[in-house]
């Protein structure tokens, strides 16, 4: 296992935090706090560079490149708090349409568009709060040679600014696995909610879905078709492993951040970096930044290879993510000091970027709940027991 | 970043394994003649180090006329995986072959590689190292075992302590003070010391857990005279090789601290489920966890290791290196109290007998061997924190 960057993986990541330090430096952040900028100007920038077209097939107009190249960017998007619709649109809706869509014409024209940047998109998945496929409870039923869908959403990343929606519902009377179905939606046919959270580069909105009317062209995999939950399932660890990455990106800038202060900020005739008790909690900092993006990176290996153990290792990804900002953001902010607590300046866009990274689907207590299911530790729940 | 290493790298795998079936000293001549501490080289062990070493397999990246065969780093990681997927050990004296036989070959003169170096390869000899002191442990610098010029010999005077095999061992890499003028880094030298010496009195200390089987030890030296070519390399120098030794004792050694770790987290993931069935569901969650975070943390070892590994061939620095050896060991010490716990109401039991294997409990009391010695976790913190964080001191 060789799990350091290649020359190439090297240059991406290092042409991307360039780019974002021009196009997304701290005041572009400020500006989309304080509802006074304009970020579709950052993410039109992207389109420009290509980003979403990185890992949709060439066959799609893509560049089709691997999942590690997706994982890179999302770091670097997380490290610089980038607000838009990347994460949603290239880490959770193309993957989904990917894998939920397959070869047919609709995921081509979606793919073809994401490519093309001609739309932005996300997946509506969550319901009460859980993020398994097996928790969906919204229902799809035939109607007039298309389906009509009831129920809520909750927590959808860019759920009132994306163009599209992957809207995941069941057949009425199904549980489990069994039953489930995914549509197409544009963002005019949902009634979205935004929430007002602690990080608004990470917008989420609930939505309700009252009979939405999904024409037949729009279904992406019927409800009960073949495969329709280990797509999902798929998709996911796709989402998951950006969102870690992402978080992982955020806790190593607030890391960076917290020594640079150290070693400048003087108190008692000396800089406070050359106390002991601060040392070693840098230096446990420093492991959890680097204990978690070795298990983001295998993890992005593994689903880019599509090795058996991708599932595990996103989830153990997304735990350590988690981990890792507990301690990344207590210490970071308790080592800056009274600084740290001002809204002027910029630590605190990264604090909430990061803690919000780990509350995204599933957080760390869910992930390592979810291995102590597959590790044999504790019985598989039955999601709609835990619902109902 | 790739999971694997590419077919070359697959195919050496292939024909070591191959040669290793072959070769191997069986399980049950090993567990007839159990090495009893870290300088005893039983009689299956010496016949192993001289296969190995016959071979070219005892250090693959040497040359051919000290053991080796000159492969590459990536070779020798896939080695040491396949040594360690056989339950073979390499050695029964760790010290002596990854840390003492290293340093002469770097330092010594032509003799001491022929007399002390070569026969540790050949597991004709062991070795101890002799480095803390009494008054001098985490600041190794200040060690006060003195040794003095006399014409053509050395006469050594002090104590040292910890010393793990000396019970067993043939000879000592001791570090003295040379010269008690100079500033305490500037002092100290490094003599070749056989433990047959008259004026060494060895006094195994029995540890926490199996005191039956002692592995430190306390060194007396008392007028101890040694001849003057078992000076290592020049007077006055031996800081730069006690920063060499623990250089080679860092070079690859992450990997046996990730194994270790896998292998307890398998064996503990191995008997969880049965022991989980008497917990209470409120119980059982909270053990769970525990138990899934020591999962996590062995795959993040297995990772970083890797990952600074990786750095390290592509001739780059690796400072997830200093990160192991703390990570590592208060992973495996987390790991056998959360084990000891999973056991309920038999957490407190131990082996009734010296030869019963180890219960979780006494692995909790021995895996402090890992986060106090070579460098404490606590001394660790402060490398990284200086070395690779750049921090003041």
Redesign the interface.
């Known amino acids: 296992m060789d799990l350091e960057l290649s020359e190439e993986e090297a240059a991406l990541r290092d042409n991307v935090r360039a780019v974002l330090a021009s196009i997304c430096p701290p005041a572009v952040v400020r500006a989309a706090y304080e509802g006074k900028g304009d970020p579709a100007s950052v993410w039109a920038r992207m389109v420009e560079l290509d980003w979403p077209a990185l890992a949709i097939p060439e066959r799609h107009g893509g560049l089709g490149m691997g999942f590690v190249e997706v994982a890179l960017v999302a770091e670097e998007i997380g490290r610089a708090v980038v607000p838009g619709p990347f994460l949603a649109t290239v880490t959770e809706f193309a993957p989904a349409v990917q894998e939920l869509g397959g070869d047919g014409p609709l995921a081509a024209e979606l793919l073809g568009r994401v490519a093309a940047g001609d739309t932005t998109g996300t997946v509506a998945l969550a319901e009460g709060g859980r993020w398994e496929p097996a928790a969906v409870v919204a229902t799809a039923q035939p109607a007039g040679g298309g389906w009509v869908l009831q129920g809520a959403k909750d927590a959808v990343l860019d759920g009132a600014e994306a163009g599209e929606a992957v809207v995941v519902a069941r057949a009425a009377r199904t549980s489990g696995a069994e039953g489930l179905g995914a549509f197409v939606v544009p963002r005019a046919d949902l009634a979205a909610t935004p929430r007002t959270v602690i990080d608004p580069t990470l917008p989420l909105a609930d939505l309700v879905l009252d009979g939405v009317a999904v024409p037949a062209d729009r279904v992406l995999a019927e409800p009960g078709a073949a495969g329709v939950a280990e797509a999902l399932d798929r998709a996911g660890q796709q989402a998951i492993v950006a969102l870690a990455a992402s978080t992982v990106g955020a806790c190593r800038a607030i890391f960076e951040r917290t020594v640079e202060y150290a070693k400048d900020r003087v108190q008692f005739g000396r800089p406070i970096g050359s106390f002991q008790a601060l040392k070693h909690r840098m230096a446990d900092m420093y492991l959890a930044v680097e204990r978690a993006t070795s298990l983001v990176w295998f993890a992005a290996l593994a689903i880019a290879e599509d090795d058996p153990r991708r599932a595990e290792a996103a989830s153990m990804a997304k735990a350590a993510a988690g981990e890792c900002q507990r301690l990344v953001v207590q210490d970071g902010l308790q080592l800056h000091g009274g600084i740290g607590m001002t809204w002027e300046n910029d630590l605190h866009f990264l604090l909430k970027r990061a803690l919000s990274g780990d509350a995204l689907y599933g957080n760390a207590v869910h992930h390592r709940s979810r291995l102590a299911r597959t590790l044999g530790l504790l019985p598989q729940e039955r999601i709609e027991e835990v619902v109902a | 970043?790739?999971?694997?290493?590419g077919d070359e790298v697959e195919a050496f795998r292939q024909e070591f394994r191959a040669w290793l079936e072959e070769n191997r000293p069986s399980a049950e001549e090993m567990a007839a003649e159990p090495a009893i501490s870290s300088a005893h080289v039983p009689g299956w062990a010496s016949r192993w180090a001289r296969r190995l070493f016959d071979a070219g397999w005892l250090v693959p990246g040497w040359p051919p006329k000290r053991g080796g065969r000159n492969a590459g780093p990536v070779e020798t990681l896939v080695y040491l995986e396949e040594l360690t997927k056989a339950g073979v050990p390499r050695t029964t004296n760790p010290q002596g072959l990854g840390i003492v036989a290293p340093s002469i070959l770097d330092y010594g003169s032509d003799e001491q590689i022929r007399d002390y170096a070569m026969p540790i390869l050949r597991g004709e000899k062991s070795a101890c190292l002799g480095m803390s002191e009494p008054g001098a442990g985490s600041d190794l610098a200040s060690l006060s075992t003195r040794a003095v010029l006399d014409g053509d010999r050395i006469v050594i005077d002090g104590q040292k302590v910890w010393t793990s095999g000396a019970n067993d061992a043939d000879f000592c890499f001791l570090f003295c003070r040379t010269n008690p003028e100079a500033p305490k880094h500037k002092g100290i030298s490094v003599v070749l010391v056989d433990m047959a010496t008259p004026g060494i009195t060895v006094r195994p200390l029995a540890e926490i857990a199996k005191p039956e089987h002692p592995d430190l030890n306390e060194v007396f030296l008392s007028e101890v005279v040694v001849p003057r070519e078992n000076l290592v390399g020049k007077l006055n120098d031996g800081w730069a090789m006690a920063n060499g030794s623990l250089a080679h004792e860092r070079g690859m050694v992450w990997l046996s601290f990730v194994v270790t770790l896998e292998e307890d987290i398998a064996a503990v993931?191995a008997e969880?489920?049965a022991a989980?069935e008497r917990l209470a569901p409120a119980e059982?969650?909270v053990v769970?966890?525990g138990?899934?975070?020591s999962?996590?943390d062995s795959?993040?070892a297995?990772?970083?290791g890797?990952?600074g590994f990786?750095?390290l061939?592509?001739g780059g620095s690796a400072?997830?290196q200093a990160?192991m050896k703390?990570?590592t060991s208060e992973a495996k010490r987390r790991l056998a109290l959360r084990a000891a716990e999973l056991g309920t109401d038999h957490t407190v039991d131990i082996g009734s007998t010296a030869a019963s294997d180890p219960t979780w409990i006494e692995r909790y009391f021995v895996s402090f061997g890992g986060t106090i010695s070579a460098g404490s976790s606590?001394i660790?913190?402060?490398i990284?924190?200086?070395k690779?964080?750049?921090?003041?001191?």
């Open positions: 970043v790739k999971l694997s290493f993931l969880a489920p989980l059982r969650a769970a966890d138990l899934v975070a999962a996590i795959a993040a297995r990772c970083l890797y990952r990786a750095k061939v592509r400072p997830e990160l703390a990570y606590e660790q913190r402060n990284i924190a200086e690779v964080l750049g921090l003041p001191r």
